[in-house]
């Protein structure tokens, strides 16, 4: 280890979820890349030498135009003030191939850390992207590149790591397999600030930039990291987001509880913020409206109101999974398409439009094999319940040899559970489901060759999405 000349300093920061549309609010994926937007802010300010982001850039391995775009700008604003941003890719936006951190880094924009040492004068940088639990016995680290001459050695890495969290990997394993001294590892994927070390090597984990739950109650923050001939500082910095409140109301009399959340909800300045009224109490047989609760916090312009009914819970299980309500617009449509009555097959074709689930490019041929099944087993002059027709697909599908299975949609309703709360005795933050990747797969038109003509004259033009080839 070399002796250095200056001081280093940079800022590492993580799980930034840039698009993520929280409770289904626009204001909310506004936010989320106003946190990082602070970030770059104090970066320029304090004038560091780099900016080391620790995966999950973006909440979704396929961002919106408006999210890529926001973030180069972010990124040219860096690059402006001659500070390069490190970086490696998190689960979130992990794609099989090519990864949006490669559009960066192409671009000037960003430098992917991994095998071979990004060096800032006698600090040298290496990266490991978020690696599969069932590929972490197999990871080779025999491919890193020694560093030569280096005064610290910095692993970037987006994974929950032990003794920190109950972690899929482990620290002391990692740092022992590297065929260098690791003297700091800055982590990304754990979404609380924590700060240790294992053996002589400084291990942190930076925190999220914004809340991703109503379990994550700690200020949100970033770390400055300070390399010197003295050692090594992580200092932490808070950054200023919008307030999540909690407004606890028990039950006492069944007859005044709108009239007691009114009286508790008015004790608090709620304007503009994301407010969850929490019931408490013994009796769990009063039937509440949620609707009726999240409307009175709408008229006092709160901007996410939300409902968690915490009757009957014990204090074992409020860290647990905990059924919560909030305004829904998918579900208010919901439940205007059921008074207007359709057939089967109108309900049948809402579902497949409003799965999320499923390639916006193949919703044409999953409409068509449906409604194709539905034809042969069905009289629509005749009502017949929905479950029916599920129960018939299926019986009718298992029966033909060769051709796929295709189940309905589950029925979508507006009790949703935090992210975060689901394993948060481990101390994890579960991705949230992603689309599948679009895979090739035979058409109608393949197996029916008889029907290619006629089909074409038809044919829409194919649409392309930059992200489906990135």
Known sequence: ????????????????????????????????????????????????????????????????????????????????????????????????????????????????????????????????????????????????????????????????????????????????????????????????????????????????????????????????????????????????TREFLRIPVTIRDPAKIYEDILSAVK???VEGKVVFVEIIGDDDSVSISYAEIEEMLLSRNVLVPGVRDLRKVTEDLLGQSVPISFYDPDEAIKDEIKKMNLSEGGLLMDEIVRDLSLPKTKVSDEAENRLSTLLEIMDFSKPIPLACVQEKISLLVSETENEATHSLPPEITIIETERSEINSAEGKVPEPEKEPDIVATETENEKHPEKKQKASAHAKPKQYNLGDYL
């Not at 090597?201 to 809340?211: A, I, L, N």
């Open 1 to 240: 280890m070399t002796q250095m000349d200056r001081e280093i300093k940079i800022i590492h920061t993580a799980d930034t979820h840039i698009g993520y549309r929280q409770y289904h609010s626009d204001v909310r994926r506004k936010d989320f890349l106003q946190a990082f937007s602070t970030v770059i802010d104090d970066a320029i300010k304090m004038k560091v030498d780099a900016v080391v982001h620790a995966g999950d850039l973006f909440d979704s391995r396929t961002p919106s135009l408006e999210d890529i775009l926001d973030t180069m700008k972010l990124f040219s604003r860096l690059k402006g003030a001659d500070i390069p941003l490190l970086a490696i890719v998190g689960n979130h936006e992990s794609k099989q191939s090519t990864q949006w951190l490669d559009l960066f880094e192409s671009m000037g924009l960003a430098i992917r850390l991994g095998t071979i040492p990004y060096t800032i004068e006698d600090v040298a940088f290496f990266g490991i992207d978020s690696v599969p639990r069932s590929k972490i016995p197999l990871f080779d680290f025999s491919v890193f590149e020694e560093p030569l001459d280096s005064s610290y050695n910095v692993l970037v890495m987006h994974q929950l790591m032990s003794p920190i969290t109950i972690g899929e990997w482990d620290c002391a394993s990692v740092i022992g397999s590297m065929p260098f001294h690791v003297d700091v590892m800055l982590l990304g994927d754990y979404h609380k600030y924590e700060k240790t070390t294992v053996g002589d090597t400084w291990v942190t984990y930076c925190g999220s930039t914004e809340r991703n739950s109503l379990a994550e109650k700690e200020d949100r923050s970033y770390n400055i990291i300070t390399m010197s001939g003295n050692g090594i500082d992580i200092s932490r910095r808070t950054i200023r």
């Open 267 to 269: 004790e608090h300045e």
